[in-house]
């Protein structure tokens, strides 16, 4: 079993920053690869950045220089640095995890992803 609990979402103004916070415990195996997902509404999830436990990193092309993953082994908490933001980058934010690593970029499907937070949301203003 993995936990994940999300936090530092809220309300900025575009070209604004933020820095989302996952706190993450539970079997290590099934946090092989880890990401972040974005929900806006009526838009399907889909995949923002992911890392693996080996330090991999791939990031979607939608925030690929304005985003930067990364990862606190130490006190097992994964970060998402969001700068320059735009009015499109509203959504629900949530972190996520599974074991299987051979495949873990963006581009996977969510639906793939055994382990979620409960999201945290992000509100960006023009």
């Known amino acids: 079993q993995v936990q994940l609990a999300e936090s530092g979402g809220g309300s900025v103004q575009a070209g604004g920053s933020l820095r989302l916070s996952c706190a993450h415990s539970g079997d290590t195996f099934s946090r092989n690869c880890m990401g972040w997902f974005r929900q806006a509404p009526g838009k399907e999830r889909e995949g923002v950045a992911h890392?693996?436990?080996?330090?991999?990193?791939t990031y979607a092309d939608s925030v690929q220089g304005r985003f930067t993953i990364s990862q606190d082994k130490a006190k097992n908490i994964m970060s998402l640095q969001m700068n320059n933001l735009k009015p499109e980058d509203t959504a629900m934010y949530y972190c996520?995890?599974?074991?299987?690593?051979?495949?873990?970029?963006?581009?996977?499907?969510?639906?793939?992803?055994?382990?979620w937070g409960q999201g945290t949301q992000v509100t960006v203003s023009s």
């Open positions: 890392i693996t436990a080996d330090g991999t990193i």
């Open positions: 996520a995890a599974d074991p299987y690593s051979v495949v873990c970029r963006p581009s996977r499907s969510p639906r793939s992803f055994n382990y």
